[in-house]
């Protein structure tokens, strides 16, 4: 039963650790070629840290279910959370990366976080958080263009990519609960 709590493993658990070491090296490589990556030891170290969490989190949801489509639903959910912090701390999704309105983003965050734990990872459970996680990204679009805290078409947009990602990831969770 896929969505018992057991251990089924992930064959792609190597691949995946070693793609993320693979991007954390990258600009170690990039700043012996060029002036423009200037990365300095709380970078490598942040980047690490993220990196680690995703890694450690998409493993927690591989051991959930062996159903490729809960292991997508997982991937889309924690690439999107990963995607949403780099970009807050690379450079700001509101403004720049020191706007205090990106701090929004974090209650994002907390939906989809704490919302997996109230369902205990289960796939039907999972697709509900994604839609609520999806609503949150939007509801927090919304207070960026009507407080003119943001460039609106930018905001939408950016807005709307991430309220797809979500959205995917909801699909993917309501798939794997079929």
Excluded: H
């Excluded at 709590?5 to 793609?19: D, E, H, K, P």
């Excluded at 998409?58 to 999107?80: D, I, K, N, Q």
């Amino acid at each position: 039963m896929a969505e018992d709590f057991r251990s089924v493993g992930n064959r792609w658990s190597l691949a995946i650790w070693t793609g993320a070491a693979a991007l954390l090296a990258v600009p170690a490589v990039a700043m012996r070629f060029t002036q423009e990556v200037n990365w300095t030891a709380r970078d490598f170290i942040t980047f690490g840290c993220m990196l680690a969490a995703a890694c450690g989190a998409y493993e927690l949801f591989a051991r959930r279910s062996a159903s490729l489509a809960y292991r997508a639903g997982a991937a889309a959910a924690v690439g999107t959370a990963f995607f949403l912090v780099w970009a807050n701390l690379a450079v700001g999704v509101i403004g720049d990366e020191r706007n205090p309105a990106n701090l929004m983003y974090v209650g994002v965050l907390l939906v989809a976080i704490i919302g997996a734990i109230v369902v205990r990872f289960r796939a039907q459970g999972m697709a509900r958080v994604m839609v609520a996680t999806a609503v949150a990204q939007a509801v927090v679009g919304a207070i960026a263009i009507f407080g003119r805290l943001d460039v609106p078409v930018m905001m939408l947009a950016i807005t709307t990519m991430y309220v797809v990602l979500w959205m995917g990831a909801s699909v993917l969770f309501g798939k794997a609960a079929r």
